[in-house]
């Protein structure tokens, strides 16, 4: 059994600053590539940013600049810091984890249950 426990969503204005985190418990031996989804009221589910194992991020061009995905393998979490948050940031935003639960085994995703995160005045 693995969980991922997203943390760290709010209201905020805009301009500010929000940190996200995704930790994953539970049988988990390895963890391979994780990211960041969102999905905005009556949009499609994109891709915010996503980061290899060694490292290696990717974010979207919309948030390029702005916000920072990153990692701590030894705590098995993962992290979004998102800087000069505009309205159309607003969002429910999902981390992933590629995870393989015992040595023989390829990863599989596994989702959060999503952090709402809400930008306005």
């Known amino acids: 059994q693995v969980q991922l426990v997203e943390s760290g969503g709010g209201l905020v204005q805009p301009g500010g600053s929000l940190r996200l985190s995704c930790a994953a418990s539970?049988?988990?031996?390895?963890?391979?590539?994780m990211g960041w989804y969102r999905q905005a009221p009556g949009k499609q589910r994109e891709l915010v940013a996503a980061?290899?194992?060694?490292?290696?991020?990717n974010v979207v061009d919309s948030v390029k600049g702005r916000f920072t995905i990153s990692r701590d393998n030894a705590k098995n979490t993962m992290y979004l810091q998102m800087s000069s948050l505009k309205s159309e940031d607003t969002a429910v935003y999902y981390c992933?984890?590629?995870?393989?639960?015992?040595?023989?085994?390829?990863?599989?995703?596994?989702w959060g249950q999503g952090t709402q995160v809400t930008v306005s005045s």
């Open positions: 992933y984890a590629n995870i393989a639960t015992t040595p023989s085994t390829v990863s599989s995703r596994y």
């Open positions: 539970g049988s988990v031996f390895r963890i391979d590539a």
């Open positions: 980061i290899t194992r060694g490292g290696i991020t």
